[in-house]
């Protein structure tokens, strides 16, 4: 087991040493785009506002088939590796549109457990709606009639770096009840990595204490934005940790495991970062593994402190969660990693053009006072993968690329979904937001009113300075003459 988890680090020394993983990430790439897997479900007129992304189709073969409601449709595909016994449903962030198909999904395949891996808002965009109810309690339920469901929201546990929230699911025919948590990292930046591994593994086993990974109950349900990235890099780490800890490291093959999962679902994986980050954790995690008096994959040496900040079952969630001002992304790759340069950079055809349709779904809070406007027509955005983040989907076979045109992009399209459909509390961090703005910018003008006085105070005592020294020298200089002068005399 040692001279494996050796050979993994050995892989990942190699790639460091010779700045490989541009081009390991690109092998990757080239190879999942071979597949002849379909998504023509997702082009489907009716089906295409239901997509946040117009690049990021679940394949046909894989996909989550809802049986209530007014769609079967929804973005999201069970990804599966069966030699690690795990199974997951990636999707997307919900829209406003979706979401009552968010959590019909969860109810009808029993999941226990929603891994959110995103913010709200990311560069000050909406990169996924609010699903849940913005407070606790009964009031404040969340209402989904066209599909027969309620969700309220019980309580939530503030940790250094993630949430948990528990959401109470009912089916109101049948009014059977059950709890669904919510882990929601906070701290994975917008097309980036985690801070560090030894944080990430240490979300990681909370969500496996949990149980909601196990085989004896649905399948976990990931997103962040697309769900395809972050939510692929968490996957992946898993399922090769569960390898590990069941075979070997010998028995693991990172970039095989990865092929697989590809299978299921586009692009799992945006960049060469992820994938090294993804290394990183494998490496740590399995070192854990490696030490049979550790428990746990926590690291006693972890600067992030994993004790609970905040317990309470009352409150409102904390905003600071959903800010895109808790800490900077780092600087995206060339744009031209685009979606649709990145399918014909690796062999594939080009994407199609989703134009919109018009059919939503609604939904209401129980204490709205007025009812929630539908999102607007206009294209979707074409995403550089993930999160706006100029990351790369790679695959999608066109099985109608022939009646797919590129329509015009319109000046409504391009503003972000944040401005096109906003949830009340959206919008209080947004005016609170710039508010804070608002009042940075007086203090920095103050302060710097205040330096440029300074400045000039100090400039004034220097030009000061000469004359008085000059003056002074003369006026010691004639006492000493006159002083001498006179006793001599």
């Not at 009812?371 to 706006?388: F, H, R, S, Y």
Request: proline residues 6%; negative net charge.
């Amino acid at each position: 087991m040692t001279n494996a988890a050796n050979s993994i680090e050995i892989e990942y020394a190699e790639l460091n040493q010779k700045d490989g993983w541009p081009g390991f990430y690109q092998q990757i790439r080239v190879a999942s785009a071979n597949n002849a897997h379909a998504a023509t479900e997702s082009i489907k007129p009716e089906n295409k506002v239901l997509n946040r992304y117009r690049d990021v189709m679940p394949y046909d073969h894989s996909r989550i088939v809802l049986k209530k409601g007014d769609t079967d449709y929804i973005n999201a595909n069970i990804v599966s590796v069966k030699r690690a016994g795990r199974s997951y449903i990636l999707t997307q962030g919900p829209l406003c549109n979706t979401v009552s198909h968010f959590w019909l999904m969860i109810w009808e395949q029993r999941s226990r457990a929603v891994l959110m891996l995103n913010k709200l808002i990311e560069k000050k965009q909406e990169k996924c709606y609010q699903y849940w109810p913005a407070k606790t309690g009964k009031d404040h339920m969340l209402k989904l009639d066209d599909v027969g469901l309620t969700v309220e929201y019980t309580e939530y546990h503030d940790y250094s770096h993630y949430l948990t929230r528990t959401l109470r699911l009912t089916d109101v025919e049948s009014e059977e009840s059950r709890d669904i948590i919510q882990f929601h990292y906070t701290t994975w930046p917008d097309f980036g990595v985690p801070s560090s591994p030894t944080a990430f593994l240490q979300f990681l086993r909370k969500v496996r204490e949990a149980g909601v990974l196990d085989e004896n109950v649905g399948p976990a349900v990931v997103h962040c934005s697309a769900g395809i990235g972050r939510s692929g890099t968490f996957c992946l780490v898993d399922s090769c940790l569960v390898l590990i800890e069941q075979f070997g490291v010998n028995e693991v093959d990172v970039k095989q495991i990865l092929l697989e999962m590809r299978q299921y679902r586009i692009g799992l994986i945006q960049t060469p970062e992820q994938l090294r980050f993804s290394y990183q954790a494998i490496i740590e995690g399995a070192k854990k593994l490696l030490n049979k008096n550790s428990n746990n994959i926590d690291d006693e040496n972890c600067n992030e402190n994993d004790t609970e900040i905040i317990c309470n079952s009352t409150e409102e969630v904390p905003e600071a969660h959903s800010s895109d001002e808790e800490e900077p992304p780092p600087l995206p790759p060339p744009r031209n990693d685009s979606l649709r340069n990145a399918a014909v950079a690796a062999g594939d055809r080009p994407l199609p053009t989703i134009p919109n349709s018009t059919s939503l779904s609604d939904f209401t809070y129980e204490d709205s006072d007025s009812e929630k406007e539908p999102c607007p027509d206009g294209p979707l955005p074409t995403v550089p993968g993930e999160d706006e983040d100029g990351s790369s989907v790679d695959e999608l076979e066109d099985e109608t690329e022939q009646d797919q045109t590129e329509s015009p992009r319109s000046e409504e399209s391009d503003k972000p979904n944040s401005e096109r459909c906003l949830s009340p509390a959206t919008e209080l961090r947004q005016r609170k937001r710039l508010e804070r703005n608002e009042q940075l910018a007086a203090q920095v003008r103050d302060m710097k009113r205040r330096q440029q006085a300074n400045e000039q105070w100090t400039q004034f005592k220097r030009s000061l300075y000469k004359p008085f020294v000059v003056t002074g020298c003369i006026a010691i200089t004639g006492g000493l003459l006159a002083y001498y002068f006179y006793f001599k005399a």
